[in-house]
């Protein structure tokens, strides 16, 4: 029997059975996805990821299961500066891997951009319709990386990311050049690798983060995660008063849940009563 096209009432039947074993909720979510993949690949177009009944069900599912809090913290702009320097002085980094991992930072951060979107699956695979590749990334002025794929775009339609200098000490564009000049970079692999030919991955992402992070003696490494760098644009972003709309565009955020990265920071609480006391009757 072929199970395509899927139907609303399939899916909803197959989502309430997974919801009554021990599965989470974020387990349900992965299954989801990989069904809605699994309809798009076979050549069904019409997704049923936006059916309103669908959405309701899972809901009512979080509302029923709960889902943990779990605290992940922003990598803000000035983290990133406290991450240039312990990264330049690692004692055991060579030089080479020392620019790799920090054009990866600084392209994660500048480029609003999810793990999934720099990084290769495994250290000594990848797609290359998915993973990020040598070719996909031009320097000139600019960094200009084309992105085949990602969360948001299920049908691999593509988007261009432009990063301009920054013209501090944190720059994108400055880091990736120095990676370049010390890489021999072969057009058709993964644009992160490391002096042993190994591609850079989450795990390694995620593992170098928090050993960095407690070298610096940045309290809560473990709510570092490879996350924190989109969640850490967002929030200096915000501090640094750009528009929403520049926000949701420059996350390629398709709803408003780009808010729920922003960490205030404490200074903009503190301000409040005397900003309410200045206001006109």
């Known amino acids: 029997m072929n199970p395509y096209p899927l139907t609303q009432r399939l899916t909803i039947l197959f989502m ?77 980094i060579c030089d080479h891997d020392k620019a790799m991992l920090w054009s990866a930072f ?25 993973t990020l590749l040598t070719a996909d990334i031009t320097c000139n002025t600019d960094l200009i990386i084309a992105l085949k794929a990602s ?62 992070l407690t070298r610096a003696s940045v309290p809560d490494v473990n709510h570092y995660t490879t996350h924190s760098f989109r969640s850490g644009a967002a929030t200096t972003a915000a501090d640094a008063n750009l528009p929403d709309w520049l926000i949701k565009a420059l996350g390629r955020w398709r709803s408003d849940a780009y808010q729920t990265y922003i960490r205030t920071p404490p200074s903009i609480i503190r301000s409040v009563p005397g900003h309410l006391s200045l206001a006109l009757p």
């Open 151 to 212: 969360k948001t775009d299920p049908f691999r339609r593509g988007c261009n990311i432009i990063i301009a200098p920054s013209q501090s000490s944190v720059c994108a564009v400055q880091a990736y050049q120095a990676y370049k000049a010390l890489h021999s970079s072969v057009a058709h692999l993964p644009a992160f690798q490391f002096a042993n030919s190994n591609f850079l991955t989450r795990q390694a992402v995620s593992n170098h983060i928090r050993d960095l």
């Open 106 to 130: 600084t392209l994660a951060f500048f480029g609003f951009l999810r793990v999934s979107e720099f990084i290769a699956p495994t250290s000594m695979t990848f797609d290359p319709q998915r």
């Open 16 to 92: 309430t059975h997974l919801a009554t074993s021990s599965l989470t909720y974020g387990t349900l979510k992965v299954y989801l996805a990989a069904i809605i993949r699994a309809h798009i690949e076979a050549g069904f177009t019409s997704s049923i990821r936006d059916d309103l009944l669908l959405h309701f069900t899972m809901q009512g599912i979080k509302r029923h299961h709960g889902v943990p809090n779990r605290v992940k913290l922003p990598i803000t702009i000035a983290l990133m500066r406290m991450l240039k320097n312990t990264v330049a002085n690692h004692p055991t």
